[in-house]
């Protein structure tokens, strides 16, 4: 296989883990290191929170939250090179941060409907690219026919210290345990994941760790990239 045939097949690198386990920023320089695109399949879930918000639909309430998923258009923006995520025609990037999102993304994540249309955009997206998508349940509900698979972890009190650098409260545990606990693509190790602990390794070590990994499972890609 030639460069040029490779360009038009999917590849995609899953990335899944818990909040703050630096999952974004080892994918987002991956992606970079590879030449590949980065999406951030959170950010997705946290549009829908606060589109969700923003016509006070009661986020605890299931059928109110799938009725409101149901009747809005999502979409991957491009801006350069970040995708994100647009729901009905309307750019959430500056709210998708808000204490308001943060405590209420969990339970509507945790929403079948919002799901199923979510993994949805995500599969479309990915169609034909090559992608590091970082998220919950990328490697094993969104792509689990992916061989590229990563879980990156760090001890609870190792996260709940770096959002609290990050000028964020978050309540750590609890999202865990929602996000863990759900019927509905939970977070979990997907089988043949490569599990690596964040927390004495920098990102650029992550990477490393990364790149080796793939290339041993035989991606080619462009190494002179940095
Ligand atoms: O990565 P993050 O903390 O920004 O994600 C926000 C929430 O979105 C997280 O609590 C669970 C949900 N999520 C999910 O359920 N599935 C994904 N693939 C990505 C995020």
Redesign the pocket.
């Known amino acids: 296989m030639n460069k040029a045939d490779t360009s038009s097949f999917t590849v995609v690198i899953a990335i899944d883990g818990p909040?703050a386990s630096g999952?974004?920023t080892v994918a987002r320089a991956l992606a970079a290191r590879l030449g590949y695109r980065f999406l951030?399949?959170?950010?997705l879930?946290?549009a829908i929170t606060w589109n969700c918000l923003s016509q006070d639909v009661d986020c605890r309430n299931v059928g109110a939250v799938a009725s409101a998923v149901g009747n809005s258009h999502v979409e991957i923006g491009c801006d350069g090179t970040d995708y994100y995520p647009v729901v009905d025609g309307a750019d959430p990037r500056a709210h998708l941060r808000e204490q308001v999102v943060n405590a209420n993304?969990?339970p509507v994540?945790a929403v079948p409907a919002v799901?199923y249309i979510l993994s949805a955009a995500i599969r479309v997206h990915a169609q034909g690219r090559q992608t590091v998508v970082?998220?919950?349940?990328?490697g094993s509900a969104?792509f689990p026919e992916t061989p590229y698979k990563f879980y990156i972890d760090a001890p609870a009190q190792v996260r709940q210290r770096r959002r609290r650098d990050q000028g964020q409260t978050e309540e750590i545990a609890k999202?865990d345990f929602?996000?863990s606990t759900r019927s509905t693509?939970p977070l979990t190790i997907a089988p043949g994941a490569t599990v690596i602990d964040t927390s004495t390794l920098d990102v650029e070590g992550v990477v490393a760790a990364m790149v080796e990994k793939i290339c041993a499972q035989g991606l080619v890609f462009d190494r002179t990239r940095r």
Do not use: L, P, T
Not at 40 to 43: A, E, I, L, T, Y
Not at 134 to 138: A, M
């Open positions: 909040a999952k974004s951030n399949s959170g950010d879930y946290r993304v969990s994540s799901r970082e998220g919950r349940d990328i969104v999202r929602i996000d693509d």
